[in-house]
């Protein structure tokens, strides 16, 4: 038996090969269904272990840490001999499961030389929320692109790689060639998600709105809620709809399926898209109550009561400053870990300085995170937050010409109408 890449997989069951088959495509399209197909793969055969580890790593990616573990301890009780491919990609995800990201992205290295068609240990890797993107590394961007690209003769046109790759591609600016990659994605399975996602950073990137906004609207209709990706989807259908002037829109995506009321989604996507579309809106000049920041803290302090992940330590410190939780505030500040630490109590003082209306030192603090902010990890897009807060102080301080500057020099592409109040 082998998978869909070739790659020999140790069960006897050809419903079972077909069932984990599918579940994987189904999780690496973040498609729905995927617990389904996993769970029939392991009642066909039981002493399966891979159905359980890619359950693992799917459990882990949507914030069901228990369930996680349960299927990883499965994975290893399982009595078959197993391919020395097998052994250890149930290892790496245990490294990833246990929050052992640097164990866990040395480890993938070796893998990927050896078997570089392991799609699950190259899906843990390549991304801006993957062990490349929260490795706090300088040019991790480059870093990603460089990876797919060693990777990319081994995986030719593969649906998935091809939208990895292009997304690779649209964070270093190389948009033809993306478009190329994303094209390519989409074209061999139009209804996977990350690809359709991938296409709407593309158009975000270039510019184009209203492209984008009626492309993701259109493909969003037919996406099921309990798609991993649905909820950030729906920000960027938010954030197109803010920046066409439509903030009735906005707000009917965000309560729908953004807020947490309304959402489904990886716990890590509803916190930091939440906190993002509210304060992309503030920065336009949206009125943006008292309250919905209180979500965001509820939301952040029970999802991520300590500081651990960089990425997401930013955003809770942005909601604690806007809703004046300056105790919750100061435990990021001081307690902020990683590589990617520094980053994040820049932000979080910069945070803390916007919602006390004091500028000058919110600008300097800016300035410190302004020079790598790629280090913390996510999109160019979700880190136009950064960006545009920055350009906001400016304007704030009355530095108009140098706020212009600074938007032509970061982002001279993007589409600014509605971005921030005053350009």
Not at 136 to 164: K, S, V
Not at 398 to 420: C, F, K, T, W, Y
């Amino acid at each position: 038996m082998k998978d869909r890449y070739e790659n020999p997989v140790s069960t006897d069951s050809q419903a079972a090969r077909d069932a984990y088959v599918s579940g994987l495509d189904l999780f690496l399209g973040a498609g729905t269904g995927v617990e389904a197909a996993l769970t029939l793969a392991n009642r066909e055969d039981p002493d399966f272990a891979l159905p359980y580890a890619v359950l693992a790593r799917y459990r882990q990616l949507i914030g069901n840490v228990e369930g996680a573990r349960a299927a990883l301890d499965a994975a290893q009780k399982c009595g078959r001999p197993l391919t020395d491919r097998e052994q250890r990609q149930i290892h790496i995800v245990g490294l990833l499961v246990a929050g052992r990201s640097t164990a866990a992205y040395d480890a993938a290295r070796e893998q990927l030389r050896d078997y570089p068609r392991d799609v699950l240990v190259a899906q843990a890797c390549l991304g801006v929320l993957s062990l490349i993107g929260f490795s706090g590394q300088p040019g991790r961007e480059a870093d990603n692109l460089a990876m797919a690209e060693i990777l990319a003769p081994h995986y030719g046109d593969d649906w998935w790689f091809q939208g990895l790759l292009g997304f690779a591609q649209v964070e270093v600016g190389q948009f033809d060639r993306a478009e190329i990659s994303i094209d390519k994605s989409l074209t061999a399975n139009p209804r996977n998600a990350h690809g359709a996602h991938f296409r709407s950073h593309l158009y975000y990137e270039t510019g184009q709105t209203d492209a984008g906004y009626v492309f993701i609207t259109d493909w969003q209709s037919s996406y099921e809620k309990e798609g991993q990706m649905h909820c950030h989807i729906a920000w960027h259908i938010a954030l197109w709809a803010l920046a066409r002037g439509d903030t009735d829109e906005m707000w009917r995506v965000v309560d729908r399926d953004i807020d947490p009321s309304g959402a489904w989604g990886p716990p890590l996507n509803v916190m930091v898209d939440l906190a993002a579309v509210l304060y992309r809106a503030e920065l336009s000049g949206v009125e943006v109550p008292k309250r919905r920041w209180q979500v965001v803290c509820d939301y952040a302090a029970a999802k991520f009561p300590q500081p651990r992940l960089g990425f997401a330590d930013a955003h809770a410190a942005l909601a604690y400053a806007m809703a004046g939780r300056s105790e919750a505030l100061e435990r990021i500040i001081i307690g902020a870990k990683g590589p990617a630490a520094d980053i994040v109590r820049y932000l979080a003082e910069a945070f803390r300085a916007i919602a006390d209306q004091n500028w000058s030192t919110a600008n300097d603090y800016l300035t410190k995170a302004m020079w790598d902010h790629a280090r913390l990890g996510g999109s160019r897009a979700q880190r136009d937050l950064i960006e545009y807060a920055s350009i906001g102080v400016l304007l704030r301080l009355g530095r108009h010409d140098e706020a212009r500057r600074q938007l032509a020099m970061h982002r001279p592409q993007a589409a600014i109408g509605n971005a921030v109040l005053g350009l």
